[in-house]
């Protein structure tokens, strides 16, 4: 199981095994990053953020507890860190590339042709949830974490979790729904 | 079960599709979403447009790529400027090896060896690159080979064989008096000690060529 062999690198790590904390980092960086940079919007900062996360993994290894998966608990310092990166420069500037990638708003003749794409609008729509919505789907649809999980990341109870996933999906077929495409629901 | 109570039930597993399409709901959950799913057509319906939903977060995703080299780097510099900690219960190379490719989930194991295939071929020349750094500065310490100075010796880069076992790889080590000294990096490739003193170049050819053979390698590189 990943997560039994995850914990046992937490262990390691708590005694001071970097090459647990390498193998650790390998595993896990990449989806701490995209977790971090869809809060933030900026690849240079949300590259700062993942070596303060795993810096705070190495440093708080020996308190982990095993009472979360591992990656639920590493998720949730990156929450914590990227929302506090957000707080300290709240008119950070986007990077323009990593802006386009992120958020394809821009309603020029390439998008309106791939707006006959419905996969490619549903993307797009995707994007322009807030924050808070775009934040339940990805950890529920890409980062595979169950209802407990989210609630424990978030910070919020369960029953909020399945509400602010519904009010996600409602959003969405709302924009949807303006782009052309009424999926009949809710 | 009146009205109301059926309203419930229904909204309730209507709220659980997603967790259904991404494949988290417990047991007991998972079976009473497919009992509704057989059962209710609408339901199917949206359930297929949850999965949409699913495939193209991934792919959102999938497309913001990965950061760069600099974040490990920057990682394990503040590390190093961290107070020295007690090293973790040192363990032999045959059970250190054996316990972590024990630990690798089969998912992981596919993942790293399918992965590996693409990423070898454009990534070797930078390691081989990082790997001559490193051994230029102080390196990462690593438990294999704790007695010896991480960047004394000659080395290659070894990935193992997707099907090759923990046991396999770790008679191949003991039968080649081969030291596991970093890794596993980017590709799978791990840094491999053939020798605690540098050897010359036309040696270790030879001795990367004998291991090339061995059905438990996938790859392997000499590190100049």
Do not use: C
Not at chain 1, 18 to 31: E, N
Not at chain 2, 125 to 144: D, F, H, R
Not at chain 2, 189 to 217: C, F, H, N, W
Request: without cysteine; glycine residues 6%.
């Amino acid at each position: 199981m990943q997560t039994t062999s995850d914990e046992v690198l937490i262990a390691r790590i708590a005694g001071g095994d970097r090459l647990a904390m390498q193998v650790l980092f390998a595993r896990h960086h990449v989806r701490v990053y995209r977790f971090v940079l869809r809060l933030v919007r900026n690849e240079a900062t949300a590259e700062d953020l993942i070596s303060e996360v795993f810096l705070d993994v190495w440093r708080q290894a020996g308190k982990f507890e095993g009472r979360s998966a591992v990656s639920t608990w590493m998720l949730s310092i990156a929450r914590f860190k990227a929302l506090s990166a957000l707080r300290r420069k709240p008119e950070q500037e986007l990077d323009e590339e990593t802006a386009e990638k992120i958020e394809d708003q821009a309603d020029n003749p390439e998008v309106a042709l791939a707006k006959k794409d419905k996969a490619a609008v549903l993307r797009q729509a995707l994007s322009k949830l807030s924050n808070e919505h775009r934040e339940v789907v990805d950890l529920v649809y890409y980062h595979e974490k169950s209802v407990e999980e989210v609630a424990e990341i978030v910070g919020i109870p369960e029953a909020t979790v399945k509400t602010r996933m519904f009010y996600a999906r409602k959003k969405l077929s709302e924009v949807l729904k303006e782009q052309g495409i009424d999926r009949g629901w809710p | 079960m009146n009205t109301k109570n059926k309203e419930t039930e229904h909204d309730e597993i209507e709220n659980l599709l997603p967790w259904h399409a991404a494949g988290t709901l417990g047991r007991r959950d998972a079976q009473r979403v497919e009992e509704a799913l057989a059962n209710d057509p609408e339901l199917a319906r949206r359930f297929e447009m949850v999965r949409e939903e699913l495939g193209e977060t991934i792919l959102l995703n999938e497309t913001l790529g990965a950061p760069s080299g600099r974040a490990m780097e920057k990682l394990f510099a503040k590390i190093d400027a961290e107070p020295a900690r007690k090293q973790a219960m040192s363990f032999n190379l045959t059970t250190r090896v054996a316990g972590f490719f024990s630990s690798l989930s089969p998912r992981t194991l596919a993942y790293a060896g399918s992965a590996a295939v693409l990423a070898i071929l454009l990534q070797a020349g930078i390691i081989a690159t990082v790997m001559m750094k490193e051994t230029k500065t102080s390196g990462y310490e690593t438990a294999s080979a704790p007695t010896t100075a991480p960047g004394v010796g000659a080395f290659t880069l070894i990935r193992f064989a997707p099907q090759a076992s923990s046991d396999d790889i770790t008679k191949f080590l003991e039968a080649n008096r081969l030291q596991v000294a970093a890794g596993p990096m980017a590709g799978g490739l791990y840094k491999v000690r053939i020798g605690m003193a540098g050897l010359p170049k036309s040696e270790i050819e030879t001795i990367v060529k004998k291991l090339q053979q061995d059905k438990v390698v996938g790859f392997i590189a000499n590190v100049e």
